[in-house]
Nanobody
Framework: QVQLVESGGGLVQAGGSLRLSCAAS????????MGWFRQAPGKEREFVGA????????WYTDSVKGRFTISRDSSKNTMYLQMNSLKPEDTAVYYC???????????????????WGQGTQVTVSS
């Protein structure tokens, strides 16, 4: 059974940093994409960024480029989201997700992801 477990959320002041972790188990993720999404109250879940497990290529939504960095540690089957220069508008529940092995996926779409974590709250105070 595949499980994704996020951790590292919390309350931070604007301008601060947090690092989220997503520990994956139950399968290997070769040729999969793993992504971070977030959902603020009253809003749809939105794409934050993604990484190809094999090769490590990354993508980010424009609003986090230059502030957020996604990485992975294959030996630990864990993905990370380093968030710097946090803003109040970054406040949301952050979810990690993983696709099945495939090509041609639209990695910005929630529909491309087969597995989801339970989410971790990030709150940025002004």
């Amino acid at each position: 059974q595949v499980q994704l477990v996020e951790s590292g959320g919390g309350l931070v002041q604007a301008g601060g940093s947090l690092r989220l972790s997503c520990a994956a188990s139950g399968r290997t993720f070769s040729n999969c994409a793993m992504g971070w999404f977030r959902q603020a109250p009253g809003k749809e879940r939105e794409f934050v960024g993604a990484i190809l497990w094999t090769g490590g290529s990354t993508w980010y939504t424009d609003s986090v480029k230059g502030r957020f960095t996604i990485s992975r540690d294959s030996s630990k089957n864990t993905m990370y989201l380093q968030m710097n220069s946090l803003k109040p508008e970054d406040t949301a529940v952050y979810y990690c997700a993983a696709t099945l092995p495939a090509t041609g996926l639209v990695i910005t779409s929630t529909r491309s992801y087969r597995y989801w974590g339970q989410g971790t709250q990030v709150t940025v105070s002004s």
